[in-house]
Each structure stands twice: as structure tokens, then as C-alpha cells.
């Protein structure tokens, strides 16, 4: 697992808590392969199960911030999350939700699965052809189709460049 500075308790979205070292999606065992990130909203990391290969977990806050409690904050963002992906499930280039996330038999209603898109971030550094830019653009007009507005798209890392260069 990639090495991360630790934020302080109230800045980590577990708190002390780490990612689980294993999930269930869907009735498989998911075991953790990599922690990609762990601030104040989440922690997500990189599940793996041999025949099912690669899901992305995403844990929300739950840790209280000075005594208030914000679990409630996780669940309704672990909500919120899913139905935007199981409104946008039928469009291709949008990672499908996976269901319900439980760990050792029990159900997290702070965390969402989804389908995992190998690949790598788009970067400063790309210059990717006007089928690319057409294909973003498609994705885009999807969701704004749907009455979604995507308010990260100047974070290029949320924009993933598949093996195929979609």
C-alpha cells in the first residue's frame, strides 16, 4: 500500500479507523489493495477479489468533528453518491454502482461500491485527440441530461483515461 501522511484524527474522515482490510459487494469478498486517498469527507481505497476482480470502495465520514456527531453526514453522502451512479447506469464511460458495502457481515450505510476503471488520471501533461474531448464532452451533456451538475471537472484527476485512450 502506497505510503499517506496522516491527517490529524478530526481531519480523517474514520478518524482512527483505516480502510477495512475486507468488504462485501454483492455477496463476494473484496480484500483492500491500495488506500487512495483518506481527508476529511472520505477514504477511498481499491478492493480486489480473485474472480471478480477490482471495486472502488468509498467510506464517508463518520467521525465527530469537537464532539458533534457526523454520521449522519456519511450516510446521506453515501446516498447522495449512489443515486447519482444508479441514475447514470445505462451511459457508458460512468463507473455503475455496486451495491451495498458490509464489513464482517455488516452493513456500512456510510460507504459505496463501484465498478473500477483501470486506467490513469488525465493530467496537465496529455494531449488527447478530438475523439477524446468529443467522448468527455458526451459524458458531460449525460449528465446534464439528467439535471446533474459535475462541479470537479477542473480536478483533472477525477477524469479517468482508460488502456484505450477513452
Sequence with gaps: ????????????????????????????????????????WAATGLYENDQHGKVISKFNRKQPVFGVPMSWLGRWLAHRENW????????????????????????QWNAIARSFV??????????EGYAF???????????????????????RENIIIDHSGS
Excluded: C, N
Aim: charged content about 35%; glycine content about 8%.
Design 133 to 155: 474531448y468529443d467522448e468527455l464532452w458526451r459524458l458531460v451533456h449525460a449528465l446534464h441530461e439528467r439535471s446533474i451538475a459535475y462541479v470537479d471537472l477542473h480536478k
Design 84 to 107: 447519482f451512479l444508479e441514475r447514470l447506469d445505462e451511459v457508458d464511460g460512468i463507473p455503475k454502482s455496486l451495491g451495498p458495502v458490509s464489513v464482517d457481515g455488516k452493513r
Design 118 to 127: 483501470d486506467g490513469r488520471p488525465f493530467t496537465r501533461r496529455d494531449r
Design 1 to 40: 500500500m502506497a505510503s499517506l501522511r496522516k491527517r490529524p484524527t478530526v481531519f480523517r474522515a474514520l478518524g482512527r479507523q483505516s480502510l477495512p482490510d475486507r468488504i462485501e459487494v454483492g455477496g463476494q469478498s473484496y480484500a483492500l489493495i491500495e488506500e487512495f486517498k483518506h481527508d476529511s
